[in-house]
């Protein structure tokens, strides 16, 4: 049996900067950077699949520390963003690059949905109030919710990010060590 453990990461929120009047014009410029060099200032590059009909994408960074780890195989840790935010923004303020340049481990930044035809903002699918496409019924009422597979894109990254890691970096992941922050 597998355990899994939590992290949990700080998130800032800039309002006027990122807030729902502005990020859904600049969405494609702000979260979806083929690379996170320059707009973060680390390695890590875009990686999308089709995910049950719709595009879903990731940044993985595996630090040289990674690659040349004593350990043999090291974590693999996933950073999520919050609600309207993307993982451009986390990749930027919580820190996560230089965790696993110290430890050794590998780090994803997975994008929430992200898609103006399924959701209205980019989010997680975690309840009623927060990934949800139209208007709300009514005042104080949210948006009907829409259910996006998170979790089963959350595995396709782990399966993924293993196999890529192994054959692209000779970095071997160790499946019993997947932590999640966000």
């Given at each position: 049996?597998?355990?899994?453990?939590?992290?949990?990461?700080l998130?800032?929120?800039?309002?006027?900067?990122?807030?729902?009047?502005?990020?859904?014009p600049?969405?494609?410029?702000?979260?979806?950077?083929?690379?996170?060099?320059?707009?973060?200032?680390?390695?890590?590059?875009?990686?999308?699949?089709?995910?049950?009909?719709?595009?879903?994408?990731?940044y993985?960074?595996?630090?040289?520390?990674?690659?040349?780890?004593?350990?043999?195989?090291?974590?693999?840790?996933?950073?999520?963003?919050?609600?309207?935010?993307?993982?451009?923004?986390?990749?930027?303020?919580?820190?996560?690059?230089?965790?696993?340049?110290?430890?050794?481990?590998?780090?994803?930044?997975?994008?929430?949905?992200?898609?103006?035809?399924?959701?209205?903002?980019?989010?997680?699918?975690?309840?009623?109030?927060c990934?949800?496409?139209?208007?709300?019924?009514?005042?104080?009422?949210?948006?009907?919710?829409?259910?996006?597979?998170?979790?089963?894109?959350?595995?396709?990254?782990?399966?993924?990010?293993?196999?890529?890691?192994?054959?692209?970096?000779?970095?071997?992941?160790?499946?019993?060590?997947?932590?999640?922050?966000?």
């Amino acid at each position: 049996m597998t355990r899994i453990s939590s992290l949990f990461s700080l998130f800032l929120y800039f309002p006027s900067e990122l807030g729902a009047s502005t990020i859904k014009p600049n969405i494609d410029k702000i979260c979806n950077s083929p690379s996170l060099y320059e707009v973060a200032g680390i390695h890590a590059d875009q990686r999308c699949i089709e995910h049950k009909g719709v595009t879903r994408c990731w940044y993985t960074y595996i630090p040289e520390t990674a690659k040349i780890s004593s350990e043999g195989a090291v974590p693999l840790i996933f950073d999520l963003h919050g609600y309207n935010l993307c993982a451009v923004n986390n990749a930027n303020i919580t820190g996560w690059a230089r965790v696993a340049e110290k430890f050794g481990s590998v780090v994803v930044w997975p994008q929430g949905n992200m898609n103006a035809d399924v959701t209205n903002n980019p989010c997680w699918s975690y309840g009623s109030c927060c990934c949800s496409l139209g208007e709300a019924p009514g005042p104080g009422q949210f948006p009907p919710n829409v259910e996006t597979d998170d979790i089963g894109f959350l595995r396709q990254i782990a399966a993924n990010v293993v196999a890529d890691a192994l054959e692209v970096s000779d970095v071997t992941i160790d499946t019993k060590r997947l932590y999640f922050g966000g």
